[in-house]
């Protein structure tokens, strides 16, 4: 109560604080002429607008310099992925060319402002128009935006074209849920198995088909875990409403949208070890990772990459985080040892499991074709012949 | 000097009765019958002025309450481990005490909610209805020599249904599932499903019908915008000597009438999706435990729909904005718009181009890439007449002789901020560059300054320059010059730190950034913002009590035509009555920007053309 009463009366004393202010000011234009009080009133205010430019132009570079190493592209922050170097590049293109046009314009239109000021006896020129200007100033940024629509275009086409035939490429899924990302690798067969969303449960999260044979070596890991330089195709998916996958350090972002898959093709080419190792040479990186702690670990020996979600999605879009490891060769074939597929894990042999608990040697066809998938690797087919046992 | 005035005063009545033109308009008028009482004078009225006004001062309420909600959504980005129970008294259960250590929490669908009223409020109420139907109801008439609008009834219920829109989502606040929460884009299916969010529930329903009625208020301003402009001009008025405010709000009119039934049909779906279980935009969906029986349909075509308005709709914010800066600039500069048709040209080919580059807003939303090279094109096409803009209001202040006032000084800042917004804009525009920058908070600093503070930028200028002619007096020139100062300064402060977010990556529309490690390094910038923006908000109440204190106690205006401008608006009476001109309505002679022609500092419309005098623009 005493606070409102406190705030309503420091309104009322601001508004006659200001009004009167306001008055003074009438009351000396009445005293002093009105021509007079313009004409000085347009000599503090150039003065100002010049001040201001300096002080602008000032910020945007100390500012600049100053969160230089927390941006993405620049610093330790160079891309992690093949096609993410190109974007950054792209960006800065469009940055100095942008940069040149910001500082011409605002220093010609705060200078112009201070300079042309109206004074005592001075009158404006007469210029209602300049063709051959025009004309130049109308073509030089249509050149300029040429240059920057094919390179981009180049760019885009290139990093948005899908696998080609005959490349080699590890496709994993991602599937956006409220609020949590699922994500499925296809095993040993490196096929992903076919889902529908019907059959989605609390126990198959994804309705995943089970009688699909693909499925029955699908993963689902708590981390994105994925070889470096090994080309990767994300298939995404949406469970409910829109999500957007994002991986900032890869330069990698598609909408997830029910009903209809999109994909997204990146190499990551930095492991979270080599990056962790380039942040270790910037001073931002030494802070404690709890401010709190001083005695926490730095910054760089915690850094992560992180998968985001970035459209919005309801009340918990802010907190769809997952782990995102970039690893060696060696280290993802040890990490794909320990994982299990889903299906044997959780469906296989209980009340969910569509398939008949039938022996591996059996001669039914759908048994057989499992057989067959399955036999790709020794492990999975020791585990099946022990559970269906 | 005050004898000059004088003459040039009486030179202009007498060039009204001696070339006007006499349209019989007050042999019919048998008094004022529009405004016989006070509920036809001044709420329901079918004057122009006064439906300005209604627009203006409602704008206005609405700017403050949009403003009020980003400061406390700013609160919650910017100190995040602070208590916000001392809020609970105003936003009552939104916010969430913590029984055990009394710390209150601003709640998570709360947030999004604040967030989702913010953009719509300003956009549409504000930046729309207050901007637009400010200016377009006030000058239309006004600077084009008509009695009144084309249709004054039509444009009293445009006001009206405004308002019936303003009252109906002002409602949704107090629903106890909260308003609306899925941003201002209501991207189904996070808007058609109730499972999705509570705000997708009643709140969403009210939100669809608010803007159903508030797209009725614009198809009806829209239309008599464009009629009036097209048949009422006065004698002598031709379309190439049509101030640049009227082109713009010519131009603005007709893009929304164009797109804005586009969004209404793509609401209508959603309202089928939602109340009759079609399935235009909802295709396989697990949600709340069970998976719905919609298929077949697309969440993308929704997204095509409403950016089909979405685009169009930022230059329905900025035209009318470009329009008032020119006159502005000109009028005080006290030298000609530079490039007068080039400047018509542009935002001709501006209101061209906005209806095709829409779907620069999907690139990532998995629309086929291929599309996307079209969309690129346009979209980067349309940096070159906004350059052309740019450099036509430097090269107008260039050796000009420019008075210094509020209008004035807000001129120069909107040109600045729509350089500094605009650049960015290449950025996004470029599909490649967007793959990294789309929804980031990149995004929400270049549409805040390009589209936001320039667009506000030119409403104050306007509400600066035209308030003589609504209230008959001054706003006060120093209050004027401090919320300039402070203004320029506090947005620049609040949104160019912002671009640093976008490019570390950080998402736009997250309620808290320390769930992520890489978001989470910005504490101190986030303060800062947070900080700023509050004394930039307690900055605008000082225009707010300038606007209210100078329309009752404001200097007086003495002379019709005081800054010295050369349009018609500045040839009526200071207070003009129902019908503007009170004998014959004037005639136009000329161009609206000859000022220092041939050595005299301004040349009204309605002076006839010296003898061996040609007009200049050509």
Same mark, same amino acid.
């Given at each position: 109560?005493s606070?409102?009463?406190?705030i ?10 200001a009004?009167?202010? %306001?008055r003074v ?15 000085e ?8 607008? =010049? ?16 969160y ?5 592209g620049y %610093? ?10 190109? =974007? ?15 500082l ?24 209602p ?8 100033w109308?073509?030089?940024? /249509? ?11 180049? /760019? ?13 490429y590890?496709?994993?899924? /991602?599937t956006?849920?409220q ?7 296809p095993?040993?067969?490196?096929k992903?198995?076919?889902?529908n969303?019907?059959?989605?449960s ?5 309705g ?17 875990v ?5 080309k ?13 996958f ?23 080419t ?35 990459y ?35 597929s ?14 008949p608990?039938?022996p591996?040697e059996t ?10 998938? =399955? ?15 | 000097?005050?004898?000059?005035i ?6 202009e ?15 019919? $008028? ?16 079918m004057?122009?002025k006064?439906?300005?006004?209604q627009f203006?001062i409602t ?6 309450? @949009?403003?009020?909600?980003s ?14 129970a ?11 005490v913590?029984a055990?250590?009394?710390?209150g929490?601003l709640?998570? $669908? ?42 004054p009834? #039509?444009?009293m219920?445009?006001?009206?249904f ?11 606040? !107090? ?17 058609? #499903? ?11 329903t009210?939100?669809l019908?608010s ?20 048949? *009422? ?32 049909s793509?609401?209508? #779906?959603?309202?089928?999706d ?7 935009? *909802?295709?396989?969906?697990f ?14 075509l ?7 308005? @979405?685009h169009?709709e930022v230059?329905? &914010?900025i ?5 008032? &800066?020119s ?20 935002? *001709? ?54 008075r210094?006032?509020?209008p004035?000084m ?26 990294q920058?789309?929804?980031t ?16 930028f030119?409403?104050?200028? @306007? ?6 002619k609504? !209230? ?13 100062w ?19 990556? &950080?998402?736009?529309r ?30 605008? #109440? ?31 009476p200071?207070r ?22 041939? @050595? ?6 309605? $002076?006839?053309?010296? $003898? ?5 623009e050509?």
């Amino acid at each position: 109560m005493s606070t409102g009463l406190i705030i309503i009366g420091c309104l009322i004393l601001i508004t006659v604080v200001a009004v009167q202010i %306001g008055r003074v000011t009438e009351l000396a234009a009445k005293i002093r002429g009105e021509e007079e009080i313009q004409f000085e009133s347009n000599k503090r205010g150039g003065f100002l607008m =010049l001040l201001f430019l300096i002080g602008f132009l000032f910020y945007c570079f100390y500012s600049a310099f100053k969160y230089k190493n927390w941006m993405l592209g620049y %610093g330790p922050h160079t891309a992690a992925s093949a096609h993410g170097t190109e =974007l950054d590049s792209m960006f800065n293109l469009t940055l100095v060319i942008t940069g040149i046009v910001f500082l011409i314009c605002q220093i010609l239109l705060f200078y112009f402002a201070y300079k042309y000021r109206g004074r005592k006896g001075a009158t404006a020129a007469f210029i209602p128009h300049d063709n051959k200007l025009e004309v130049i100033w109308t073509a030089v940024p /249509a050149v300029v935006m040429c240059f920057l629509v094919i390179r981009g275009l180049v /760019a885009w086409n290139d990093v948005m074209a899908d696998i080609a035939p005959d490349e080699d490429y590890l496709e994993i899924e /991602a599937t956006g849920s409220q609020f949590l990302w699922y994500l499925r690798y296809p095993g040993p067969d490196e096929k992903l198995g076919a889902r529908n969303f019907k059959l989605i449960s609390g126990k198959n999260p994804l309705g995943q088909d089970w009688t699909d044979d693909k499925n029955l070596d699908d993963f689902q890991p708590d981390e994105l875990v994925l070889p470096v330089n090994k080309k990767v195709r994300v298939r995404i998916n949406s469970r409910d409403v829109l999500h957007s996958f994002f991986l900032p350090h890869f330069r990698v972002k598609m909408d997830a949208v029910p009903g209809m898959p999109t994909y997204f093709v990146f190499t990551p080419t930095v492991t979270t070890e080599e990056y962790r190792q380039r942040l270790k040479g910037y001073p931002e990186y030494q802070q404690p990772t709890d401010p709190k702690d001083p005695q926490s670990e730095p910054l760089w020996k915690t850094f992560n990459y992180e998968l985001a979600c970035a459209e919005l999605c309801g009340t918990g879009h802010f907190s769809m985080r997952k782990l995102v490891k970039i690893v060696t060769e060696e280290e993802y074939q040890t990490w794909l040892k320990g994982q299990q597929s889903y299906y044997l894990s959780s469906i296989r042999g209980t009340e969910d499991d569509p398939r008949p608990p039938v022996p591996v040697e059996t001669d039914s066809t759908a048994g057989k074709s499992a057989q067959d998938t =399955l036999t790709s690797t020794k492990d999975t087919l020791t585990e099946v012949k022990i559970l269906t046992k | 000097m005050a004898n000059a005035i004088t003459t040039v005063k009486d030179n202009e009545d007498k060039l009204i009765t001696e070339l006007g033109f006499d349209d019989h308009f007050h042999e019919h $008028e048998h008094g004022d019958k529009y405004a016989s009482n006070f509920f036809s004078k001044y709420i329901f009225s079918m004057d122009h002025k006064i439906i300005a006004r209604q627009f203006l001062i409602t704008g206005m309420i609405w700017a403050i309450i @949009g403003a009020a909600m980003s400061v406390i959504f700013r609160l919650q980005l910017g100190f995040p481990e602070e208590s916000l129970a001392w809020l609970k008294p105003l936003l009552g259960r939104w916010i969430e005490v913590d029984a055990a250590t009394g710390v209150g929490t601003l709640s998570q $669908e709360f947030y999004y909610a604040l967030v989702t009223m913010h953009g719509t409020i300003m956009v549409f109420f504000v930046l729309t209805a207050g901007l637009s139907g400010t200016f377009s109801n006030l000058l239309i008439p006004l600077q084009l020599g008509a009695r009144d609008m084309a249709s004054p009834f #039509l444009n009293m219920l445009s006001y009206w249904f405004f308002f019936l829109a303003g009252v109906i989502m002002f409602l949704s606040m !107090f629903l106890s599932t909260g308003p609306f929460a899925g941003g201002w884009t209501a991207y189904p299916p996070l808007s058609a #499903l109730p499972q999705a969010s509570d705000g997708s529930g009643a709140g969403m329903t009210l939100w669809l019908l608010s803007l159903v009625f508030f797209v009725v208020s614009v198809a009806l301003g829209g239309v008599n915008y464009v009629t009036t402009v097209l048949n *009422l001009r006065t004698k002598g008025m031709n379309m190439w000597r049509m101030p640049l405010t009227i082109w713009s709000f010519l131009i603005t009119a007709i893009i929304a009438l164009l797109s804005f039934p586009v969004l209404v049909s793509g609401f209508l #779906l959603l309202m089928f999706d939602r109340a009759m279980d079609t399935s235009f935009y *909802l295709s396989e969906i697990f949600i709340g435990g069970q998976a719905l029986d919609h298929v077949g349909g697309s969440p993308i075509l929704y997204q095509h729909l409403f950016w089909f308005l @979405g685009h169009p709709e930022v230059y329905i &914010v900025i035209l009318p904005a470009m329009g008032i &800066v020119s006159e502005v600039l000109s009028t005080h500069c006290r030298k000609p718009i530079f490039g007068y048709k080039a400047m018509v040209f542009s935002m *001709l080919s501006i209101g061209f181009l906005s209806f095709i580059v829409w779907a620069h807003h999907m690139f990532m939303a998995g629309v086929n890439p291929f599309i996307s090279n079209f969309f690129v094109i346009f979209t980067l096409i349309i940096a070159v007449p906004s350059a052309v803009k740019v450099f036509n209001w430097i090269s107008t202040i260039y050796k000009s002789n420019m008075r210094y006032n509020p209008p004035s000084m807000f001129a120069v800042g909107f040109v600045s901020m729509f350089i500094s917004g605009g650049l960015t804009g290449i950025f996004l525009g470029n599909s490649s560059i967007d793959i990294q920058m789309h929804d980031t908070y990149f995004v929400v600093a270049h549409f805040h300054i390009v589209m936001g503070v320039a667009a506000i930028f030119g409403m104050f200028a @306007g509400v600066y320059h035209w308030f003589p002619k609504m !209230f008959g007096r001054f706003m006060n020139d120093t209050l004027g010059k401090l919320h300039f100062w402070g203004s320029l300064i506090g947005a620049y402060a609040i949104f160019w730190p912002m671009h640093y977010l976008g490019m570390a990556g &950080v998402p736009r529309r997250y309620y808290r950034f320390d769930s992520f490690d890489t978001f989470s390094h910005f504490s101190e910038m986030n303060q800062f913002i947070t900080i700023v923006a509050i004394l930039t908000f307690g900055l605008q #109440l000082l225009f707010v009590i300038n606007f209210f204190y100078s329309i009752w106690k404001g200097k007086k205006v003495t002379t019709k035509n005081p800054w010295g401008a050369t349009t018609l608006e500045w040839t009526t009476p200071i207070r003009p009555g129902h019908g503007n001109w009170p004998g014959n309505l004037p005639t136009v002679q000329r161009w609206p920007y000859d000022y220092g022609k041939n @050595g005299r500092e301004f040349v009204p419309q309605i $002076e006839p053309m010296a $003898e061996g005098e040609s007009e200049d623009e050509e």
